[in-house]
């Protein structure tokens, strides 16, 4: 094999192999889509706010690893807010939460010696006779220190408020204690009003993990993953507010549903003209409905985007269903 072809067959493993080594992994995320809450007011906390009460809300998230190494997630990173701020978040968990590689301290020991001596040697001679001497006289001291130091700690669960309270975040990493992929509880307790029946907390799901380059140092933490579920909240033992709860449950399922089946649909109207596809393709044109469409509308900020009429009529149908099982939701609230 000359020198030539052998260059070409090693392009051609390198071109071959890259890219499905560069791939990060991709992870799902799924949720249940409305909870019962249960009232844990105590007698001190009733005496000072008469006016409110403390709900709890335990529910699972769900990752799934679609393809890639879990070797490569490094964290998940989880966001539940209020979206209109009607609730605060007395407290949750799980909370910080610290671990360490090592079984117990480490211990360190540390020995020094200090050594003296004398030596004498005496060779002779007399007729007939040799005579040889040696003497050694010598102290040693031994010096011996221990000690044990705290294993070093590392941050597997980082948790903690945003948003002036009105939400809170889960960042969970990835280590030898700690799989991320499965089921994870996590439970929030919120204050609300007395009056209060029901409403939606949004749960904003992201995965990061490594894109690995060729070499080491071209390696990159990348979004390796993304959701975002409203989930409705209910008061437990109110059979009408899970009622409620329920419809919008369903309705934001078929509206998930029925975008997912119009997919090429609204790719065709997001660029309706071979000309404005041109100019998607070179980034000069922006679409006219966009990719984010969907998140867009299941955000508080979505009516008025001037997309909507240009959905298919049965998203159209499905999205005005979703909206209106949103806005009996919110009724509960107060």
């Not at 419809?247 to 119009?262: G, P, Y």
Request: a neutral charge; aromatic letters at 8%; glycine letters at 8%.
């Amino acid at each position: 094999m000359d020198r030539t072809t052998f260059y070409v067959l090693c392009i051609a493993v390198v071109s071959c192999t890259t890219p499905a080594e560069a791939k990060p992994p991709r992870v799902r995320f799924d949720t249940m889509p409305s909870v019962a809450c249960r009232d844990v007011t105590d007698d001190e906390f009733a005496s000072v706010n008469p006016d409110e009460r403390l709900l709890e809300a335990k529910f699972e998230i769900s990752s799934i690893l679609d393809s890639g190494s879990e070797t490569d997630l490094t964290e998940f990173f989880f966001r539940m807010t209020s979206p209109q701020q009607s609730f605060r978040i007395a407290d949750y968990s799980p909370r910080t939460t610290l671990v360490s590689d090592y079984n117990g301290g480490i211990f360190i020991e540390k020995k020094q010696e200090d050594s003296k001596g004398l030596g004498i040697a005496v060779a002779g001679g007399w007729e007939g006779a040799n005579l040889t001497g040696h003497g050694d006289a010598g102290t040693k001291n031994t010096l011996t220190t221990k000690y044990e130091l705290v294993a070093p700690l590392e941050s597997v669960t980082a948790s903690g408020t945003i948003q002036n309270g009105y939400g809170v975040y889960f960042k969970i990493r990835r280590s030898r204690q700690v799989t991320l992929e499965g089921a994870k509880e996590y439970q929030v307790i919120f204050r609300v009003p007395r009056q209060w029946r029901g409403d939606i907390l949004h749960v904003h799901c992201e995965a990061r993990g490594m894109q690995r380059g060729i070499v080491h140092q071209l390696d990159e933490e990348v979004r390796c993953g993304f959701s975002q579920f409203p989930i409705a909240l209910y008061l437990a033992g109110d059979e009408e507010a899970k009622s409620i709860a329920e419809q919008f449950a369903s309705s934001n399922h078929k509206l998930r549903s029925t975008a997912i089946r119009s997919q090429q649909e609204i790719k065709r109207r997001s660029y309706p003209t071979v000309l404005h596809e041109l100019g998607g393709l070179l980034e000069l044109a922006e679409p006219k409905i966009p990719p984010s469409w969907l998140e867009q509308l299941l955000s508080d900020g979505a009516p008025g985007y001037g997309f909507e009429s240009r959905l298919p009529a049965q998203v159209r149908s499905a999205a005005s269903d979703y909206l209106t099982a949103k806005r009996e939701l919110r009724k509960l609230k107060q």
